[in-house]
């Protein structure tokens, strides 16, 4: 039996395939080849690894052990816990039970039951003496408003004025805070602006106009007010603004006929340009030239059904409400009314010399709206230039007292009543507080009365309900305990099994087989595998050598299981894995020799894939160094580079299972010349024991650097061009002359030696010739003396040694491959 090693690339990993020849049949076997390498030598390597081995071994048993005890332990102490478990539950039960049986007979007691009837009638007292208590509150606050009101309006009946209650800033509504608003409005700084918004929002509604009983009886028509109720409206909005202009810093409003004058020239202004709504800024700017002077605005819509000054007081005062804490997004009307900004152009505010005028007046009619308008206007520095149709008057008109002897005579009476009724009022409360305070201290001394009683009476039954508690405490104490054991046995038991799994692992990983590093595998230094490198003598930059393509063994994973086993049992037709690379031994010499011309030496280094190195190894001829070619000194005659072309003979020794020529380099030959020079047939050396396989070949020099392969034949090997008629003829093959000593043997044609003829095979008991004669052992493998060098140009060819490997394959169905070279 003959045991044949073979590697082949299966995904990522290199594997061996050891194949069996038997007299029965084939067995087939795989085994993974790992890449690891180490620097111990192997008997110390398998020497510390037995150890580590023995060692995890027995950890692994303690592991188990441990593993086991804990297991027993768990059992029993998780039985134990059930049972206690179980034990807890019914005391649990009978402590609930005690409980109940206590409450029953609490419950029962006459002495409990009246008690509890006592406290419920208390709670009753309370609850009506509470609602007693809330209604007298409120009427006492009822009566302190209506007595605040008749207050207020007596005031302003003695003082002769109009004025109401008004409006209050907060603290952050001032200048420097507008001016804020102003820069991030610009900015587009929306936190800024929503602060201020909110700010000022949170007084909008607050503040109640206080209506006027007198000015009620005062008809009015707002489209046509008269002069005096103009000034009169005006002095009203002037009572609200000014104190809050004060806590601004701007200069106090003041009414003048100028003022009340210049107001109703923009409403009339706004009539007749039939403008209802908005600003009607031509009409604006009108009024300023007719009158020569400036002025701001703000305007408001007005209800069209109001009929007396109360009401219209009422809508002037809602709309100053809406302009200061209402005046999104940037507060213009407020900055109007109240004087936030110093306008240069309109008033110099800071000049406490510079006057403050206001004007009202209402423009439309009942059917297209009306609006009513707040005119201030300033003594400017700057006046506007041109002559008013009148001048403004700036005499300022005082409010006028009225006579408010029965106003007032009807607001004392009103304040009398509503201060009895306050003094009512808050002796009713407290006749109300002091009738709930005397219920509660009933209702606190019922409620202790019936926890005395209770006691007492759960007195009878608290031994029971005591045992039974004491019972539940002690078990549930068991079963903590318990839980907390089952929890310590269960954390020893899962430190065990990782344990345990982590020696497995670490077993597993000792017990793979170790691979062997690609250069102790690959050891065949072939140097015929290495490409010649040809360069031009001075040459600076040597490129590393190459191997050439067929050296590479190739992934044969085809997908089927006839490839497969016929993989299995030829041999891979490359020498290294495939991303073997190749470096100088010494780059030194290589830069030498490169700068003369000749062919030379040099040593080698094998880099392979798993990051592994060949010892270095001699390659003859490996280095073709061109002669550098002289320029022309002739100044009329241009000059062309040399280039080389090398050729490399070839010999085909054989052919693989797939009728792929085996091909091996028998020798080479470099020309050198100008593109499209011509080598003669008598310049060509073809290597001793050799000759062209055909006749008349030329080669021509091209525009570069180029290689050549040229197939040649062995002056000794028979041609199909012969005629012996004492062998016998199939099909189209010719049967040659049987070298000396060969014969037939168990279907193979063999040599003296045993040694099967690749380019022979057996047909109907017949040897047969099939291209090149090449010696092949009796396993089917090329024999040393014959073996091949790459074909440069070829990547995927396939090495199948000889036919032995063919006869094999006839067993399944994979012979019958018989191709020559024609």
Known sequence: MKEHKKLYKSGKLWLTATVLAVAAGTAMTTTTVHAD?????????????????AALQSDAKQQQATINDAQSQLATQQGKLTDTQKQLDAAQADYQKALAEQDQATQNDPDVQAATTAVNKAQQKVSTAQDGAKQAAAALSDAQTRQQQASDELSRAQSGSSQQTGFQLPDGYSRENYYKLQDALADGNM???????NMAGQNYMKFKYVHSAQDKQEAVDPAHLTNQQRIEISQFVIDLLNPLREKIGAKPFVVSQGSVDLAQAVADQYNADKVYSGHDYPGLNK?????????????????????????????????????IFHDTPDWGHAR???????????NNESDGVTQSYLGMSVSGDATNGMMIHFIPTYDDVDELEGTPAHPFDKTVIKETKQDNTAAIKAAQAKLDQANTDVTNA????????????????????????????????????????????????????????????????????????????????????????????????????????????????????????????????????????????????????????????????????????????????????????????????????????????????????????????????????????????????????????????????DQIKVPAGY????????????????????????????????????????????????????????????????????????????????????????????????????????????????????????????????KKRG
Not at 336 to 346: F, K, P, Q, R, S
Not at 431 to 454: C, G, I, N, R, W
């Open 691 to 818: 000759k062209l396989a055909m006749d008349g070949v030329t080669y021509t020099i091209g525009d570069k650097d180029s290689t050549l392969e040229q197939p040649v034949v062995s002056i000794e090997t028979p041609t199909d061009d012969h005629n012996n008629e004492n062998q016998p003829t199939t099909g189209n093959q010719t049967n040659g002359q049987l070298p000396a000593g060969a014969k037939v043997v168990n279907g193979q044609v063999v040599d003296a030696n045993g040694n099967v003829l690749a380019g022979w095979m057996v047909v109907n008991g017949q040897a047969v010739r099939n291209g090149s004669t090449v010696a092949v052992n009796a396993d089917g493998q090329v024999a040393a003396s014959a073996k091949r060098l790459p074909q440069t140009g070829s990547n995927d060819s396939l090495a199948l040694a000889g036919l032995g490997a063919a006869s094999l394959l006839g067993m399944f169905g994979l012979a019958g491959l018989n």
């Open 191 to 197: 936190d800024v602006r929503d602060a201020w918004d």
């Open 336 to 346: 109007t009314l109240l004087g936030l900004l110093n306008d240069a152009d309109l």
């Open 37 to 53: 390498t180490t620097s111990q030598p192997a008997g110390q390597q398998a020497s510390d690894k037995d150890s580590q081995i």
């Open 287 to 323: 009024v300023e030239i007719a009158n020569a002077r400036a002025f701001r605005e703000a305007v408001e819509g007005l209800d069209t059904s109001i009929n007396n000054m109360d009401d219209l007081k009422a809508a002037i005062f809602s709309a100053i409400d809406d302009m």
């Open 426 to 681: 808050q002796q009713s409360k407290k006749a109300a507080d002091d009738q709930l305070t005397q219920v509660q201290a009933e209702l606190a001394a019922a409620e202790q009365s019936l926890v005395a009683v209770k006691a007492s009476a759960s007195a009878k039954t608290a031994q029971r309900v005591s045992d039974a508690k004491g019972r539940v405490t002690d078990l549930q104490g068991q079963v903590t305990g318990l839980k907390g054991a089952i929890e310590k046995t269960n954390q020893t038991l899962a430190a065990a099994q990782a344990k345990l799994a982590q020696d497995n692992q670490q077993l597993a990983e000792l017990q793979k087989p170790q691979a062997q590093p690609d250069n102790e595998k690959y050891t065949n230094l072939d140097p015929s595998l290495v490409v010649k490198v040809n360069v031009t003598a001075g040459d600076t930059t040597i490129p590393a050598p190459t191997l050439a393509a067929g050296a590479y063994i190739k992934n044969t994973d085809n997908g089927t299981a006839s490839a497969a086993m016929f993989m299995a049992l030829a041999q891979t037709n490359g020498t290294y894995p495939e991303g073997t690379k190749v470096e100088w031994a010494d780059p030194a010499k290589v830069q030498k020799d490169a700068q003369t011309a000749g062919t030379y030496d040099e040593e080698v280094i094998l880099d392979f894939p798993d990051g592994s190195k060949s010892k270095a190894f001699n390659v003859p001829g490996v280095l073709v160094v061109a002669a550098k070619q002289t320029p022309s000194t002739d100044p009329t005659t241009p000059t062309e580079a040399n280039h080389t072309l090398t050729v490399h003979y070839f010999e085909t020794i054989g052919y693989a299972a797939d009728g792929r020529e085996i091909n091996k380099e028998v020798g080479s030959q470099t020309f050198t010349g100008k593109p499209g020079d011509v080598i003669s047939t």
